[in-house]
């Protein structure tokens, strides 16, 4: 009986996890898109709140001893702070720029960018099967943007901005670790920083939060130099211009959900397997879309929806070949003598 509770208390843990990873994962892309449209706060300065509320967090959890902080050489993060800074801030000029079903399927497109940088600067090969899911996932994405009616030059440079610096992120990560097993398989659905952090933690012999903890101020630092040169900031529409009450209360709101984002994540990494998370990272997938069209009123042609389905289509078929071949990977390993 002892036995059966505890697997009891252990499923209810990770079903409270998952839930709470859903709730704060949809809640983020539609709160700051809020923030954007009905506010216009400026993009590089909410980025600059997430990180600081992010350390600050994380400060209040080492004081609450889930975690104690470990002496880290500066020089070892710089590139790491720099890259976390440029991916988040393009992604979320993505956001601010397109329609939310727009921004969401670009980030698809993440897949076969690395697939392709690692074929042609690493010399790496993928399966047929792997190589053909492309063509959904591509052809859908296509199809959105085309007949997507507030579609715009700029958010498509933002948007492919946003893919290229994730793809490298996530590649650098990938070699960084080398042979040893890379958690998670599609960047559109996990912050592509952790598989940087994978390969930093492996280095540096700390986990995640530990790094996170010293690399989120380094972030913040970056971008407090950064903001001036591209934000205003005591003017009017800069981070400290004259807000109402119910925008600034919305700004903290989202950075504290960004807070909990992270920490939701590194849990489930942790807690489950690697289906589980796949499977669950579509499904919010497909929230997502559909409650962006919804909230926003954003129009949705036919078209646009056989782009959405194509691209979703790739999408699981690319997750399934590609754990078919990890689980095949792993029994090979095993038969070995």
Same mark, same amino acid.
């Given at each position: 009986?002892?036995?059966?509770?505890?697997?009891?208390?252990?499923?209810?843990?990770?079903?409270?996890?998952?839930?709470? *990873? /859903?709730?704060?994962?949809?809640?983020?892309?539609?709160?700051n898109?809020?923030?954007?449209?009905?506010?216009?706060?400026? *993009?590089?300065? /909410?980025?600059?709140? !997430?990180?600081v509320?992010?350390?600050?967090?994380?400060?209040v959890?080492?004081?609450?001893?889930?975690f104690?902080?470990?002496?880290?050489?500066?020089?070892? =993060?710089?590139l790491?702070?720099l890259?976390?800074?440029?991916?988040?801030?393009f992604?979320?000029?993505?956001?601010q720029? *397109?329609?939310?079903?727009?921004?969401?399927?670009?980030?698809?497109?993440?897949?076969?960018?690395?697939?392709?940088?690692q074929?042609?600067?690493?010399?790496k090969t993928?399966s047929?099967?792997?190589? /053909?899911? =492309?063509?959904?996932i591509?052809?859908?994405?296509?199809?959105?943007?085309y007949?997507?009616?507030?579609? *715009?030059?700029?958010?498509?440079?933002?948007?492919?901005?946003?893919v290229?610096?994730?793809?490298?992120?996530?590649?650098?990560?990938?070699?960084?670790?080398g042979?040893?097993?890379?958690?998670?398989?599609?960047?559109?659905?996990?912050? $592509?920083?952790?598989?940087?952090?994978?390969?930093?933690? !492996?280095?540096?012999?700390?986990?995640?939060?530990?790094?996170?903890?010293?690399?989120?101020?380094?972030s913040?630092?970056?971008?407090?130099?950064?903001? $001036?040169?591209?934000?205003?900031?005591?003017?009017?529409?800069?981070?400290?211009?004259?807000?109402?009450?119910?925008?600034?209360?919305?700004v903290?709101?989202?950075?504290?959900?960004?807070?909990?984002?992270?920490?939701?994540?590194?849990?489930?990494?942790?807690?489950?397997?690697?289906?589980?998370?796949?499977?669950f990272? !579509?499904?919010?997938?497909?929230?997502?879309?559909?409650?962006?069209?919804?909230?926003?009123?954003?129009?949705l042609?036919?078209?646009?929806?056989?782009?959405? /389905?194509?691209? =979703?289509?790739?999408?699981?078929a690319?997750?399934?070949?590609?754990?078919s071949?990890?689980?095949g990977?792993k029994?090979?390993?095993?038969?070995? $003598?």
């Amino acid at each position: 009986m002892a036995a059966l509770a505890d697997r009891v208390r252990g499923s209810g843990r990770i079903a409270a996890g998952l839930l709470l *990873n /859903l709730l704060v994962s949809i809640c983020i892309v539609f709160l700051n898109k809020w923030i954007y449209v009905h506010y216009g706060f400026p *993009n590089m300065s /909410l980025t600059l709140v !997430h990180f600081v509320v992010t350390w600050l967090g994380l400060y209040v959890c080492q004081k609450l001893d889930m975690f104690a902080p470990k002496s880290l050489p500066p020089s070892k =993060l710089l590139l790491l702070a720099l890259s976390f800074c440029g991916f988040v801030v393009f992604t979320n000029l993505s956001l601010q720029n *397109n329609t939310i079903g727009t921004y969401q399927l670009a980030k698809a497109m993440t897949t076969p960018v690395i697939i392709v940088i690692q074929t042609f600067c690493y010399k790496k090969t993928f399966s047929t099967k792997l190589q /053909l899911t =492309l063509i959904p996932i591509t052809v859908g994405v296509i199809l959105n943007s085309y007949y997507d009616v507030k579609f *715009n030059f700029l958010g498509t440079v933002f948007a492919a901005l946003g893919v290229l610096v994730t793809s490298l992120y996530q590649v650098v990560g990938e070699e960084k670790k080398g042979d040893r097993e890379t958690w998670v398989y599609d960047a559109h659905q996990v912050p $592509p920083y952790l598989f940087w952090v994978g390969a930093k933690q !492996h280095e540096l012999q700390v986990n995640s939060m530990q790094l996170l903890y010293y690399q989120a101020p380094m972030s913040s630092a970056m971008l407090l130099v950064a903001v $001036p040169f591209f934000e205003p900031v005591f003017a009017e529409g800069g981070i400290f211009g004259p807000w109402s009450v119910s925008a600034l209360l919305m700004v903290l709101l989202s950075g504290v959900i960004a807070f909990m984002v992270n920490l939701s994540i590194y849990w489930i990494i942790g807690n489950t397997s690697p289906v589980t998370y796949n499977m669950f990272g !579509h499904f919010k997938f497909c929230i997502t879309l559909f409650g962006g069209y919804v909230l926003f009123k954003d129009p949705l042609s036919i078209n646009q929806g056989l782009g959405m /389905l194509c691209t =979703l289509f790739g999408i699981l078929a690319y997750t399934h070949f590609k754990l078919s071949e990890q689980e095949g990977s792993k029994s090979k390993l095993v038969q070995r $003598p």
